[in-house]
């Protein structure tokens, strides 16, 4: 418990990745679902941010009066994260217009009982 | 005429039940006719007896296990958490690979940034493939929502903020600051903090600017699909040739043959230089090309 | 500076549940914009500067930019379905 309470920054992160997780998995709404998915993206990254931290240190770049640096693997790992994780939203965000664009909503209740029904009608 | 009533009631619930938990968004963003749809929905869910009683089902599962999945996962990570070592401390043997970084990295690639000089020259591989996997998904928006580009715009088909003064102004001022700060980003990021990933999304936040404060036919032609194509291809390009030699010399990425230059200086640490900028073109292109799309569906 | 974090941590998760539970979608859009704004002074403190100019410009402007192109996209495809139910 008390390590919980050290710890809090890797808590909040823990917390931010369950707020998205929950919203990817109750929301009906198509958007809503990827704001979750972003949430917990960015839940991830910084808990592997704080993972690299280390109190008094400085940024990873030389200087010539640094006492030492934080950990630099992380920051690595997340810049490239990042980035992938905008084109994973785009792509998601294009294929939820091609479904609007067919369904005409973007409740999933609602996609799957229209796919059902274009399928009876064949 | 039991089953009947007890169908309504339970088609009910589910309505209750999804608009507590999920969202009237839609049906507040969009107008009358949008909600007049659903009523009509509703009761055609209501011939499709057996197709509703699955869901219905299906949905009360769906809730529990989703609870189930949810708690289980928090729960456990929130275990691990209690169990890692305290914020902030100092780890040998976490540190061990970051420490060898932290180390060498000056007198081996030549970057004053340390994150620079690991990610484009120690695993410059790994960015070779997050560019590739940035133009891949580029494509598949591109798949996904090009159009025709014979067929005619029609007027609502997108909106026109050119005739607004106030962006205009403001674009005028802020856009060439945008981009030359992109720019030096790219440029500097062997120097300072930045490089290819944030100076590539800088800029192409610059061109997204652009081209809504000026209009898109003016932003089409000064990034025309030809220019796209071909800086997509030299960079790319580059980037493969660069790091796909050692393929040919036996695996050793460290030795490039050209010299380190003084740390500090602009023309400095080998390759990182050229393929920061490499890298920068791809992110510009990949963010102006997904934004053209969702925008008109092609580059004209 | 300590405090200072933890208000921002808080904020970043208050900005979360808002951006979860709000009823229209472009609210939790902009709402999502500003998450990823207080983010970035997160990454500011946590030492990592290349983090917080990325985030700035790829969380906040790009992204959000993405999501609100797809809400007008969706309400102008809703336009084109009514004019071809007019024909």
């Not at chain 3, 030492?47 to 996209?73: H, N, R, Y």
Request: with cysteine.
């Amino acid at each position: 418990m008390r390590n919980l309470i050290n710890n809090y920054e890797e808590v909040f992160a823990i917390v931010l990745f369950g707020i998205g997780f929950v919203t990817l998995l109750f929301h009906q709404n198509l958007i809503k679902k990827i704001i979750g998915l972003n949430i917990m993206d960015t839940g991830l990254y910084l808990f592997l941010a704080s993972m690299g931290y280390i109190y008094g240190g400085d940024a990873p770049i030389y200087a010539e009066n640094a006492g030492f640096y934080i950990n630099p693997v992380p920051a690595g790992l997340v810049l490239t994260g990042i980035v992938v994780s905008v084109s994973v939203t785009a792509i998601m965000l294009s294929l939820s217009v091609r479904l609007y664009k067919r369904y005409g909503t973007l409740n999933l209740d609602e996609i799957y009982l229209e796919a059902r029904n274009k399928i009876n009608e064949r | 005429m039991k089953i009947k009533t007890k169908i309504k009631e339970f088609v009910e619930q589910s309505r209750e039940w999804t608009e507590s938990f999920s969202d009237m968004s839609e049906k507040r963003d969009l107008p009358r006719e949008r909600v007049r749809r659903e009523e009509h929905m509703v009761d055609r869910l209501m011939e499709e007896k057996a197709g509703h009683m699955g869901l219905l089902k299906w949905r009360r599962l769906y809730l529990v296990l989703a609870t189930v999945c949810a708690v289980t996962l928090i729960v456990v990570l929130l275990t691990t958490v209690a169990m890692l070592p305290v914020f902030g401390e100092h780890h040998e043997y976490m540190d061990t690979v970051a420490q060898y970084y932290i180390d060498h990295a000056l007198e081996e690639t030549g970057a004053m940034n340390i994150v620079a000089g690991m990610i484009l020259d120690y695993r410059a591989f790994d960015t070779l493939g997050e560019s590739f996997v940035l133009f891949t998904a580029l494509n598949c928006v591109l798949i996904l929502l090009r159009r025709d580009f014979q067929e005619e715009y029609r007027l609502h088909d997108y909106y026109d903020l050119t005739r607004d003064p106030i962006l205009r102004r403001v674009g005028m001022v802020v856009i060439p600051c945008v981009v030359s700060f992109g720019v030096y980003v790219m440029l500097n990021g062997h120097l300072s903090p930045g490089g290819g990933f944030s100076g590539g999304a800088i800029f192409g936040a610059g061109l997204i600017f652009l081209s809504l404060a000026f209009g898109d036919d003016f932003a089409a032609r000064l990034v025309s699909e030809k220019l796209f194509k071909g800086v997509a291809a030299v960079a790319l390009g580059f980037y493969c040739l660069a790091k796909g030699y050692s393929f040919f010399t036996g695996a050793n990425h460290l030795e490039s043959g050209i010299s380190l230059g003084t740390p500090g200086s602009i023309f400095s640490s080998g390759l990182i230089l050229p393929l920061n900028v490499a890298v920068g073109f791809v992110v510009t292109l990949t963010m102006y090309g997904i934004y053209r799309m969702f925008r008109r569906g092609s580059f004209k | 500076m300590e405090i200072f974090k933890l208000i921002l941590l808080l904020l970043l998760v208050v900005c979360a549940v808002c951006a979860t539970l709000s009823k229209r979608l472009l609210v939790s859009v902009i709402i999502f914009m500003a998450y990823s704004l207080v983010m970035s002074i997160v990454w500011i403190l946590l030492e990592s500067p290349d983090l917080a100019i990325t985030e700035a410009a790829v969380g906040a402007g790009v992204s959000g930019i993405l999501f609100l192109m797809t809400l007008k996209k969706i309400h102008r495809t809703e336009i084109e379905t009514e004019d071809e139910d007019q024909d």
